[in-house]
């Protein structure tokens, strides 16, 4: 084995070494400093302010005569592994400078710069050694000018595969297997070994550059092409556009940067937002570049390359990278076909993940690599200054990818989105080409290649609904286009961590989406993003200070705020939830709007680190912890911060989900929350939602009669219309299992810790199997624990109380699990009319309507004052198509409680359908005034428009159509229904025109032809 094939091997490994390096240090700041594009900036930075400053000085150190370029290569990889060994340590010593000089005093900007700055000093280090190791190497193995591209870029293709191969081993298998801290020293083992090797070899291969390249040329034939070569060796580089080159590069640079930035966003919009997508990501545009390179060096064994080739891939990359974003458009279409062929297995989709990348990446990347090695001979100053020419270019670059970076994520990004930073960039380039043929003085193509810059002047968009299309998550469901297709959108943002959306569908509900996955509403959401503000506060009724950990929709926030004398702070990440969460303020009561609420903008741990501020009760609402990033808000290490800001007998409430989460994850979240929070308890709140509610303190019982008075006002009206708890033992109905029952289900389960996050990367691997996940964790809790509630009489009757609000509560949750407990209440009481009626109505759940009705009819004529089953008779009657009886039961039903909505709003439903308008007006009036869901208030005012309308009053009508818009502006029904009537009754084309093209500005795909068909018919080039 030759020298060149040993060092090559080692320049694999060194490459790969470097971004394990870069991953875990952007991880390690993370959790101190958060999750944020800050943190990650920082890293970047500081990584690749490092390799520019490494590759300019060591370059020009490599040129000396007499240093020996393989020790000093061996020195470098040494330095490297005792660098990132230390570098915890040293992380650890910026973050006790930084908390020892925080101040509240101290304006936030200029903090930051502290904690940024001290970051940068620690990571500059190990970063300017990694940078000098390819002007070294290339100063070693180029010994003409003739193979100066070849080497050049088969050292560069080599490194960059190295790269790729560390972001494999990193992303899938070491961070998962072995955690941090094992990863890191592994790593620099290898980095020693290297080096030793290298010093070892330095004794041996010893011999000057002068020597060695008076010897080949002594021995070259005297060709034209070689003395040419011989020429160039002799004196300084004078190719065309040689102070030109540097300019260009730096250029490349950056818009390479602006590329991949936008490209991650756009690509995590289709392939997900996982820790394994944003290693594919990286994995792909490396390489891509790697291949460029390669493929530069094979070709240069024939030919030379110059600033011509140069400038003919610049223009290339921006018009392939400008078309990149009409590509995209069919992106989610691939995903949503592949996702058909894959099914549920993970190993499949990842690879039809990785293969939708290389489609969308390779082919400009690979233009990319190519760049380094053409422009290594546009630049080239002659043996005497290889490697200060190499380090230079490889510096230039780089800085222009520091620029690129941060400008990409901090402005270009939040201002323009996606794709127009992507034009941005493509007119970088292609002007960049164009000035590169001026320089060459060739004026045709300078002016041929100028037309391109016209693009600047196309317009370009993505369509809303591909920038969150969620395919990922939510591509396995077939009517998933459809879905898409009946959504309107009121608000999207590309911010600084996310693409943020609120969706609404024409029946009033909205959706709040983090890249396509829906994170909040207000449909069957409602009941756990209310559950997380009113019962952790329902349990610590003397709270003052909450701190609750993202925003989302804000409902959590509202109802932390429903409880009087409650001082909140609110932190988030992302500023563009913020600005979404105005869009809720109908059900979030305008909490933005609130002087009194503090809200953070900061990384969670972040701010829990430097915040003196001590909390009662804590709520924590993440997403999935599929989700890059978001595993860290379930690690010991976040809950043991967590419970250092608590008050004593403080409390900590956390959201978790059921479905797409294995047992053994699920077990090892519990273990983790118990061995934090040594008394712990388990809460649903819907189907598929539970809460962890922990503390460190032992409750002394929860109590009955302090809930009582805590259930009044908004809390109650809420908690009885969204959640079904009339009175407190509906409430403590939603208890799961206590701290014993934690243990046992958490069994010997692993801890996920901040050193090896377990959780961040199995979780993925079940998103796909959310039903059978869901039914196999809902088994874990199927075992009735009764909760220790002071004030109450645990007798019989209660047992089949609790029972009975057990079942009524879960039958959502699981149906068979529900039916055991209704059945086991009626064991104690057979003859209890309530339970009854709670047996039919599973019973009718299930398909088995004979036994249902059977049931029912049994309780009304024994009590025939009971009006649920007079209610659900009425259903079943309608199932029947006995309308008539029907109605008479409905009627019952709401005669007999006049005061609960859904049986007065089923009873209007009923009549409207009967034509009876003037009941069904009545009946919609009567619920209007209840206690309901506010989704429900554009339907009941449209639908009393209906009724006036049929009895003759068509102005009026439009008075109630006008306020459904008003109460829901996103359903475009109200408005063309408005046009029909301007149009046929009043003959007023030219307002019911104005209606119909309002109405097609609201409408989600789904509806617009309906509606366009209209505006065709009644209003084209007439109004």
């Not at 790593?187 to 060695?212: C, D, F, M």
């Not at 047992?799 to 104690?828: C, G, H, M």
């Not at 409905?890 to 007999?896: E, I, N, R, W």
Request: net charge positive; proline share 4%; aromatic share 12%.
């Amino acid at each position: 084995m030759n020298i060149f094939t040993i060092i090559s091997i080692f320049f694999l490994l060194s490459g790969a070494t470097a971004l394990i390096y870069e991953v875990i240090w952007v991880r390690l700041l993370a959790l101190t400093f958060g999750n944020t594009v800050y943190a990650i900036g920082v890293v970047l930075t500081a990584f690749m302010s490092g390799l520019s400053i490494g590759s300019f000085l060591l370059g020009k150190y490599a040129d000396k005569k007499g240093v020996n370029l393989l020790k000093t290569y061996g020195y470098l990889e040494i330095g490297i592994a005792l660098f990132a060994v230390l570098s915890p340590e040293l992380l650890n010593a910026v973050t006790f400078i930084y908390l020892s000089i925080f101040s509240s005093e101290i304006p936030v900007w200029l903090l930051s710069v502290y904690r940024y700055a001290l970051s940068i000093v620690v990571l500059l280090l190990p970063t300017i050694l990694m940078g000098g190791t390819l002007p070294v190497l290339s100063r070693f193995f180029i010994r003409s000018e003739s193979e100066l591209e070849r080497k050049v870029g088969s050292l560069y293709s080599i490194n960059t595969m190295g790269g790729v191969l560390g972001t494999f081993l990193v992303g899938f298998i070491f961070l998962r297997f072995f955690g941090l801290n094992v990863t890191l020293r592994s790593t620099a083992v290898l980095n020693v070994l290297i080096g030793l090797t290298s010093l070892y070899l330095g004794k041996t291969y010893s011999l000057s550059e002068e020597t060695e390249d008076k010897g080949k040329l002594k021995n070259k034939k005297k060709s034209k092409s070689k003395r040419k070569d011989k020429i160039m060796e002799e004196s300084p580089a004078q190719l065309p556009g040689y102070h030109y080159a540097l300019i260009a590069f730096f250029l490349s640079g950056f818009s390479a940067m602006v590329y991949q930035i936008a490209w991650s966003r756009l690509l995590v919009s289709i392939i997900g937002s996982t820790t394994y997508a944003f290693s594919m990501i990286l994995m792909g545009f490396l390489l891509g570049i790697g291949l460029g390179s390669y493929v530069v060096s094979l070709l240069s064994r024939s030919r030379r390359f110059n600033l011509f080739h140069f400038s003919i891939i610049e223009i290339s990359i921006g018009l392939i990278c400008f078309l990149s974003i009409l590509f995209f458009k069919v992106m989610p279409e691939l995903m949503f076909r592949g996702l058909a062929i894959t099914g549920p297995s993970f190993t499949g989709v990842l690879t039809l993940e990785f293969l939708l990348v290389l489609v969308f990446l390779l082919v400009p990347t690979t233009l990319f690599g190519a760049t380094f090695p053409i422009i290594a001979g546009v630049y080239s100053s002659g043996p005497e200054h290889r490697g200060q020419s190499i380090g230079s270019i490889y510096a230039s670059n780089t800085t222009g990818a520091i620029f690129g970076s941060a400008l990409a994520a901090f402005l270009f990004l939040p201002w323009l989105g996606s794709a127009y930073s992507i034009k941005v960039a493509a007119v970088i380039n292609i002007l960049v080409g164009t000035l590169g043929f001026t320089v060459l003085r060739k004026p045709i193509f300078a002016v041929c290649s100028s037309l391109f810059l016209l693009i600047l002047f196309l317009p370009v968009n993505i369509p809303q609904k591909l920038l969150d299309s969620g395919v990922a998550i939510y591509g396995l469901d077939s009517n998933y286009l459809l879905k898409q297709d009946a959504s309107l959108y009121l608000y999207q943002k590309e911010g600084l961590h996310a693409t943020i959306s609120v969706t609404a569908t024409d029946s009033g509900n909205l959706s709040f989406k983090t890249n396509g996955k829906v994170d909040a509403g207000t449909s069957k959401d409602m009941s756990t993003q209310l559950a997380l503000g009113y019962f952790p506060l329902l349990l610590h009724p003397d709270a003052r200070d909450v701190l609750v950990v993202g925003v989302g929709s804000g409902i959590t926030v509202k109802a932390v705020r429903d409880f009087q004398n409650t001082n909140i702070d609110a932190v988030e990440i992302e500023p563009a939830v913020i600005e979404a969460a105005r869009y809720f303020e109908m059900f979030n009561g305008g909490i933005m709007n609130d002087p009194d609420i503090n809200f953070i903008i900061d990384d969670a741990r972040s701010f829990m680190t430097v915040t003196e501020k001590q909390y009662d009760v804590i709520i924590s609402e993440p997403s999935n912890p599929w989700i890059s990033g978001i595993g860290s808000l379930f690690t010991k290490e976040f809950y043991q911060l967590s419970a250092e800001k608590m008050n004593k007998g403080g409390i900590f409430c956390q959201w978790l989900h059921l479905y797409g989460l294995r047992g053994e994850d699920l077990q090892m979240i519990l273990k983790t929350f118990n061995s934090v929070f040594e008394h712990a308890s388990i809460w649903h709140s819907h189907r598929g939602d539970i809460l962890l509610i922990g503390s460190k303190q032992p409750f002394q019982g929860y109590d009955y009669q302090s809930v009582a008075e805590e259930m009044t006002g908004v809390v109650g009206i809420d908690l009885k219309v969204h959640m079904g708890i009339s009175d407190p033992l509906d409430f403590f109905s939603f208890f799961v299992t206590d701290t014993g029952g934690v243990r046992k289900i958490a069994g010997d389960a692993p801890l996920n810790t901040d050193d090896l996050p377990l959780l961040e990367f199995n979780a993925p691997y079940s998103m796909y199997k959310s039903e059978t996940t869901l039914s196999n964790n809902i088994m874990l809790f199927k075992n009735i624990r009764f909760p220790k509630i002071s004030g109450i009489d645990y007798n019989r009757d209660f047992e089949a109380a609790f029972l009975y609000r057990k079942s009524k509560n879960y039958a959502y949750v699981d149906l068979p699990t529900s039916s055991s407990w209704i059945n086991s209440a009626l064991k104690q009481s057979p003859s209890n009319n309530d339970y009854l009626v709670e047996k039919a109505r599973g019973l009718a759940r299930t398909g088995k309507y004979p036994e249902a009705f059977d049931i029912l009819q049994q309780v009304v004529a024994s009590a025939p004052d009971n009006a649920s089953a007079h209610f659900e008779t009425g259903l079943l009657l309608n199932l029947r198509k006995d309308f008539e009886k029907a109605g008479f039961h409905l009627d019952k039903a709401a005669s007999l409680n006049p005061d609960e909505f859904q049986f007065v709003h089923e009873l209007a439903l009923h009549r409207l359908k009967e034509k009876d308008y003037r009941a069904a007006l009545t009946n919609f009036s009567r619920a209007y005034k209840l206690p309901h869901n506010k989704t429900y208030d554009g339907p009941i005012f449209f639908r009393m428009g209906q009724c006036i309308y049929n009895l003759g009053d068509a102005e009026k009508a439009l008075k109630y159509f006008n306020r459904s818009s008003f109460v829901n502006p996103f359903n475009p029904i109200p408005l063309y229904t408005s046009g029909d009537i301007y149009l046929q009754k009043f003959k007023k084309p030219d307002v019911a025109c104005k209606l119909y093209r309002n109405a097609l500005l609201k409408s989600s795909d789904a509806m617009k032809k309906a509606i366009q068909s209209r505006v065709d018919k009644h209003c084209r080039n007439k109004y």
